[in-house]
């Protein structure tokens, strides 16, 4: 079975830096895309990042570009997402998602870990 | 960016009844590439459907995906005590965007 767990999720104050990590497990991790997306408190889904299976090509909504970088470390099997210049309206809990196939068809998610939240205040 | 709208925001209904969710974009969907998640409280969501109508590995024959173009249907034919949860679609043929979602609740 699938498992991703997220982790680096802590409360930061405004303007402030942080950095979530996705272990990967029982797939193999360097050949599918992988995604965040995130929710905030009561409230729908949100895509924030996405990267393709090799780490070449990254992908954001305006909402994040600019602040946000994902990576990845296939050797690792473990997702990134460096997260620059936090506001209020960052809070959310981050979930890592694996994309169901290779290719543009397969930009839906399977699997997703079970969040790590990100409070930002001060 | 394609909009993704879902209806009603809430549906009340009993258990054995069916339950018809609707999603309609703001521009039609390429390849018809959406799908539906369920998310309970405190849990991550799941994939039910992709690409429209084809079933996730071991999501129950209850459920069911239609539709094309712009709009789009996720059915529960009977209503199980378990399906009362929210209810998200997901296109990604032009980048990726979720809808608002719909609850499931209990009547």
């Known amino acids: 079975e699938v498992q991703l767990l997220e982790s680096g999720g802590n409360l930061v104050q405004p303007g402030g830096s942080l950095r979530l990590s996705c272990v990967a497990s029982?797939?193999?991790?360097?050949?599918?895309?992988m995604t965040w997306v995130r929710q905030a408190p009561g409230k729908g889904l949100q895509w924030v990042s996405t990267?393709?299976?090799?780490?070449?090509?990254?992908y954001y909504p305006d909402s994040v570009k600019g602040r946000f970088t994902i990576s990845r470390d296939n050797s690792k099997s473990t997702l990134y997402l460096q997260m620059n210049s936090l506001r209020a309206e960052d809070t959310a809990v981050y979930y890592c998602?694996?994309?169901?196939?290779?290719?543009?068809?397969?930009?839906?998610?399977?699997?997703w870990g079970q969040g790590t939240l990100v409070t930002v205040s001060s | 960016e394609i909009v993704l709208t879902q209806s009603p925001g809430t549906l009340s209904l009993s258990p054995g009844e069916r339950a018809t969710l609707s999603c309609r974009a703001s521009?039609?969907?390429?390849?018809?590439?959406l799908a539906w998640y369920q998310q309970k409280p405190g849990q991550a969501p799941r994939l039910l459907i992709y690409?429209?109508?084809s079933r996730a590995t071991g999501i129950p024959d209850r459920f069911s995906g239609s539709g094309s173009g712009t709009d789009f249907t996720l059915t529960i034919s009977r209503l199980e005590p378990e399906d009362f949860a929210m209810y998200y679609c997901?296109?990604?043929?032009?980048?990726?965007?979720f809808g608002g979602g719909t609850k499931v609740e209990i009547k």
């Open positions: 521009q039609s969907v390429t390849r018809n590439y």
């Open positions: 690409a429209a109508s």
């Open positions: 997901q296109q990604y043929g032009s980048a990726i965007s």
């Open positions: 990267i393709t299976d090799n780490g070449f090509t990254t």
């Open positions: 029982e797939f193999t991790f360097s050949t599918f895309a």
């Open positions: 998602a694996k994309h169901g196939s290779s290719g543009w068809s397969g930009d839906y998610f399977d699997s």
